[in-house]
């Protein structure tokens, strides 16, 4: 079998909220349909388009978007450029005028409230999150287009394998498990960042990777600043406030600051005592989190679920361990996505799958080892950070209230954020070579608790939290 390959830019996507795997991933889905129509020349004999939501996606579907997505998707928006403050007014005029312009071009009937169907109790073997676009074209004849959302925005055909979402190419440095990770390391001496980024020349120029990632910092730092700043209800019905702008206006004694620069300076100046660190982490993670919730725009870190956690830490990084450095954002960034591939490759990082601890674990073994190679620790700690980080969130499990990325997702990606601070503290201070359990050994014990887990666990919101708490949601 072919090697899976993982570029930095497959970890790390731009998007939009709230959920990677049943937002991002079903337009993606829908997208990559509209390009298999498009290569067959059919584009322009399709009538009509209904779309068959499976599991997961059809459980929690509504909450986390899914039906939004799909129609985004089916309309040829990019979830990279599309502007955000124009979702619900145009899937306002896709339900009035029950009329859709596919792929932006070819107009159809469409009513989402009879062309997408939620298959509660039907689910597909491949996995949990299945979607098909059933497809007329003009003189009766229909096909079938079946894809997978198998985690953190990646999207699957039915027949392929899993992989990136670039070329698949010969890499310089073959990486499957960390063990195979830590072996290069040694034979070159490289760092992990290093040797990742000898892997990116693989598909494009070093400058090129350098300003992509640059760039995914900017987005998640724009997103932080943006959700330290709104303030209201997320959207959904639970009626959950927003806390990080509160928090943010606490933590300045009510100042405001007007631009990223001059708000970090002045979160510096506060000092760096243990409290107030603790509370801007948090803070960091909320926020990222609570836009997420509101349909905004993040980066998948590896999950969107999970979004909150590697940039509340980088940011961590950057405002009190003096990271503000593009050359030390690069260092974190390249080595939290070599932490997710080998996840992804040996276990899960879909929710659907393994419950939380494949999305709030994940992201926190990718920040901790991140902030550990930053802070000048060897690749052994590094790795040894990863797994404390995993290790300390194995089982848990993933049962959103009212199917909606809000409760208790938010709040566990500040844990998430404070376990990887944590573990790299503790890393730092340990010789790894009296470290009783491995990486690769936590990988494996996270596939095998995932199978293990009741589905009831499994973004299903059918057990946990989201049966034990009395809600009232309105009628979709």
Same mark, same amino acid.
């Given at each position: 079998?072919?090697?899976? #390959?993982?570029?930095?830019?497959?970890?790390?996507? @731009?998007?939009?909220?709230?959920?990677?795997?049943?937002?991002?991933?079903?337009?993606?889905?829908?997208?990559?349909?509209?390009?298999?129509?498009?290569?067959?020349?059919?584009?322009?004999?399709?009538?009509?388009?209904?779309?068959?939501?499976?599991?997961?996606?059809?459980?929690?579907? &509504?909450?986390?978007?899914? !039906?939004?997505?799909? /129609?985004?998707?089916?309309? *040829?928006?990019?979830?990279?450029?599309?502007?955000?403050?124009?979702?619900?007014?145009?899937?306002?005029?896709?339900?009035?005028?029950?009329?859709?312009?596919?792929? $932006?071009?070819? =107009?159809? !009937?469409?009513?989402?409230?009879?062309?997408?169907?939620?298959?509660?109790?039907? %689910?597909?073997?491949? &996995?949990?999150?299945?979607?098909?676009?059933?497809?007329?074209?003009?003189?009766?004849? /229909?096909?079938?287009?079946?894809?997978?959302?198998? $985690?953190?925005?990646?999207?699957?055909?039915?027949?392929?394998?899993?992989?990136?979402? $670039?070329?698949?190419? =010969?890499?310089?440095?073959?990486?499957?498990?960390?063990?195979? +990770?830590?072996?290069?390391?040694?034979?070159?001496?490289?760092? @992990?960042?290093?040797?990742?980024?000898?892997?990116?020349?693989?598909?494009?120029?070093?400058?090129?990777?350098?300003?992509?990632?640059?760039?995914?910092?900017?987005?998640? /730092?724009?997103?932080?600043?943006?959700?330290?700043?709104?303030?209201?209800?997320?959207?959904?019905?639970?009626?959950?406030?927003?806390?990080?702008?509160?928090?943010?206006?606490?933590?300045?004694?009510?100042?405001?600051?007007?631009?990223?620069?001059?708000?970090?300076?002045? @979160?510096?100046?506060?000092?760096?005592?243990?409290?107030?660190?603790?509370?801007?982490?948090?803070?960091?993670?909320?926020?990222?989190?609570?836009?997420?919730?509101?349909?905004?725009?993040?980066?998948?870190?590896?999950?969107?679920?999970?979004?909150?956690?590697?940039?509340?830490?980088?940011?961590?990084?950057?405002?009190? #361990? !003096?990271?503000?450095?593009?050359?030390?954002?690069?260092?974190?960034?390249?080595?939290?996505?070599?932490?997710?591939?080998?996840?992804?490759?040996?276990?899960? @990082?879909?929710?659907?799958?393994?419950?939380?601890?494949?999305?709030?674990?994940?992201?926190?073994?990718?920040?901790?080892?991140?902030? %550990?190679? #930053?802070? *000048?620790?060897?690749?052994?700690?590094?790795?040894?950070?990863?797994?404390?980080?995993?290790? &300390?969130?194995?089982?848990?499990?993933?049962?959103?209230?009212?199917?909606?990325?809000?409760?208790?997702?938010?709040?566990?990606?500040?844990?998430?954020?404070?376990?990887?601070?944590?573990?790299?503290?503790?890393?730092? /201070?340990?010789?790894?070579?009296?470290?009783?359990?491995?990486? !690769?050994?936590?990988?494996?014990?996270?596939?095998?608790?995932? +199978?293990?887990?009741?589905?009831?666990?499994?973004?299903?919101?059918?057990?946990?939290?989201?049966?034990?708490?009395?809600?009232?949601?309105?009628?979709?």
């Amino acid at each position: 079998m072919a090697q899976e #390959c993982i570029s930095v830019f497959d970890i790390f996507k @731009i998007g939009i909220g709230p959920s990677s795997s049943h937002t991002l991933g079903p337009w993606r889905a829908a997208l990559r349909f509209l390009e298999v129509l498009e290569t067959t020349g059919r584009l322009q004999d399709v009538s009509r388009v209904s779309v068959l939501l499976y599991g997961s996606l059809a459980k929690t579907g &509504h909450g986390h978007g899914t !039906d939004i997505a799909v /129609q985004l998707g089916l309309s *040829g928006d990019d979830p990279v450029t599309f502007d955000v403050n124009r979702i619900h007014s145009k899937i306002d005029g896709i339900r009035r005028s029950k009329k859709l312009l596919l792929a $932006g071009r070819f =107009e159809i !009937d469409f009513d989402p409230l009879e062309d997408i169907d939620f298959l509660y109790e039907e %689910t597909l073997p491949y &996995h949990p999150n299945a979607l098909t676009f059933l497809v007329s074209f003009m003189g009766d004849e /229909q096909q079938a287009f079946t894809f997978y959302s198998i $985690g953190g925005g990646f999207v699957v055909r039915e027949g392929e394998q899993s992989g990136g979402s $670039g070329p698949q190419v =010969e890499l310089p440095f073959p990486i499957d498990t960390a063990r195979q +990770l830590l072996q290069w390391c040694i034979k070159t001496g490289y760092s @992990i960042s290093e040797v990742v980024m000898e892997n990116e020349l693989a598909w494009r120029t070093e400058a090129a990777t350098r300003d992509g990632v640059l760039n995914i910092w900017k987005v998640m /730092q724009e997103c932080i600043y943006r959700g330290c700043h709104a303030t209201g209800e997320l959207p959904g019905g639970l009626r959950v406030a927003r806390r990080a702008a509160a928090l943010n206006k606490k933590l300045l004694k009510g100042r405001s600051y007007h631009d990223y620069d001059s708000w970090i300076e002045a @979160i510096r100046a506060g000092g760096s005592h243990f409290a107030y660190t603790l509370d801007w982490v948090s803070c960091f993670a909320l926020a990222v989190n609570e836009e997420n919730a509101s349909f905004g725009r993040v980066v998948t870190a590896p999950t969107n679920g999970a979004a909150g956690v590697i940039p509340a830490v980088l940011q961590y990084f950057i405002t009190f #361990c !003096d990271g503000y450095q593009p050359a030390r954002i690069l260092q974190f960034l390249l080595t939290a996505s070599e932490i997710g591939s080998i996840f992804k490759k040996r276990s899960t @990082i879909s929710a659907a799958m393994g419950g939380c601890q494949a999305e709030i674990g994940v992201s926190s073994a990718m920040a901790a080892a991140a902030l %550990t190679e #930053c802070m *000048g620790a060897s690749q052994r700690q590094v790795l040894m950070a990863a797994e404390i980080a995993m290790e &300390h969130h194995l089982g848990l499990t993933c049962d959103p209230i009212g199917g909606l990325v809000q409760v208790p997702c938010i709040e566990r990606n500040t844990m998430g954020a404070i376990k990887a601070i944590t573990a790299s503290q503790l890393a730092m /201070q340990s010789n790894p070579e009296l470290a009783k359990v491995s990486l !690769d050994a936590v990988v494996k014990t996270m596939w095998d608790t995932a +199978l293990d887990m009741n589905s009831k666990y499994k973004e299903t919101s059918d057990g946990g939290l989201a049966v034990n708490i009395p809600i009232s949601l309105p009628e979709c």
